[in-house]
Structure formats: structure tokens, C-alpha cells
């Protein structure tokens, strides 16, 4: 339960900070138990900024839940803006 409403936090903030992403975000869970939340985006500009202001908010959800929840922003090839 605790996972859950980490993420739903991280997500939550997400949606307000993001440009529309163009791949819908991805939780998968990993082997480590940190919840990785990718996400495809249209710039590599868009996905640093995005990776910092995020990294700040995981690291706020993890001090007051325990649960680490990260961004795992990558640009996708066809949708770069030129």
C-alpha cells in the first residue's frame, strides 16, 4: 500500500512539472524494489530538465515513505524536434 501511494505522489507531481510526454509513463517495479517510472519524451533538453526536478521529488517521497520512486526519462528518436 505504502509502493502504491508513493507512486501516486511521484505521478501526481509528474503531471504537473512534464510536457506531454510522448510515451504514456511506465511503472515497472525492478528486482531492487525501486519503482522505475519511464517515460519517453520529444527533447533531450525535456527529458534533463524533467529528470532533475523529478530526482528532487523521489528523493522527498523516499525520506518520508521509505519507497524509491525514479524517473527514467529517455527521448524517443522519431518525435526529436529539430
Partial sequence: A???KALARFLE????VS????CAPKAI???????????????EEDT?????????VGADIL???GVLVVLAPF????????
Fill in 29 to 43: 517495479r525492478g528486482e531492487d524494489n525501486v519503482i522505475y517510472v519511464e517515460v519517453g519524451n520529444r527533447t
Fill in 63 to 65: 525520506d518520508e515513505t
Fill in 13 to 16: 507531481t509528474f503531471e504537473t
Fill in 75 to 82: 527521448v524517443v528518436e522519431g518525435a526529436r524536434q529539430t
Fill in 48 to 56: 534533463f530538465r524533467i529528470g532533475d526536478r523529478m530526482a528532487a
Fill in 2 to 4: 505504502q509502493s502504491l
Fill in 19 to 22: 510536457p506531454e510526454p510522448v
